[in-house]
């Protein structure tokens, strides 16, 4: 596994402080490969440092845009990052912003729902319905026209109401073991963000244990954003 394995660990700050040391070699030496900027910024998130996480995404999303001159080559991640870090400072306004930017970035996870939904979980946090409005409208976009029976559209089903939380779990089931507990995790975590909206305050909770519970047995689910901000709310309880 490499340097990623101190995520795994949740030895994010060591991570953190070997990325800074050894990043510039993972190009020539295997055992740093890991330490990619992608990498760092979930290990910051899971250090909850959250100045520097907000300091070195836009650092890089900068540099990114510097270097596309034909080709844009921005990339959700560091824009979803970045509004992680400005939602737990409370620069809410800011927060939103980078989320709607990540939502139109070039590069994002295969479905392209990751930062729309995670617009959604702010909009309730904020109770924001301009925002979960939106959220919704980029969500249908993303479904439209797709094989909505594909588990990668699982979560964004759900947030819209077009299946609910047992049947976003039995898509997910028949992924195979490790993916399948990454997806689980980010399911867990919105239906969590669902039960919120609700005023259901007990589901909220069970359902945001539920997801931090899948450590145990799958340490690799530290990967996942939702993973963190499932821990992050469970500790605000």
């Not at 993972?26 to 330490?35: F, G, P, Q, V």
């Not at 999303?61 to 939602?87: H, M, P, W």
């Amino acid at each position: 596994m490499g340097a990623f394995e101190l995520i795994a660990k949740k030895e994010y700050d060591v991570f953190c402080a070997l990325y800074l040391e050894k990043a510039h070699l993972r190009k020539s030496k295997s055992e740093y490969a890991d330490l990619m900027p992608g990498n760092y910024v979930t290990a910051l998130i899971g250090a909850r440092q959250y100045e520097t996480l907000v300091a070195f995404c836009l650092e890089t999303i900068e540099e990114i845009r510097q270097n596309s001159c034909k080709t844009d080559k921005s990339s959700s991640k560091f824009f979803v990052a970045l509004s992680i870090g400005y939602f737990e400072l409370q620069k809410f306004p800011e927060a939103l912003q980078a989320i709607r930017d990540g939502s139109q970035a070039a590069y994002q996870d295969r479905s392209r729902t990751q930062a729309p939904g995670l617009l959604y979980y702010e909009a309730v946090m904020l109770n924001d319905k301009t925002a979960k409005q939106e959220s919704k409208r980029l969500l249908n976009t993303r479904l439209r026209n797709k094989n909505t029976l594909s588990p990668e559209f699982a979560a964004a089903k759900f947030l819209v109401g077009k299946c609910n939380g047992e049947e976003m779990l039995a898509q997910i089931d028949t992924l195979p073991p490790t993916l399948k507990e990454r997806a689980k995790v980010q399911a867990l975590f919105y239906m969590a963000v669902k039960a919120f909206e609700m005023d259901d305050l007990d589901g909220y909770a069970k359902h945001l244990q539920a997801a931090c519970d899948l450590y145990c047995s799958v340490p690799i689910v530290t990967a996942e954003f939702e993973y963190h901000l499932a821990e992050i709310c469970y500790s605000k309880i």
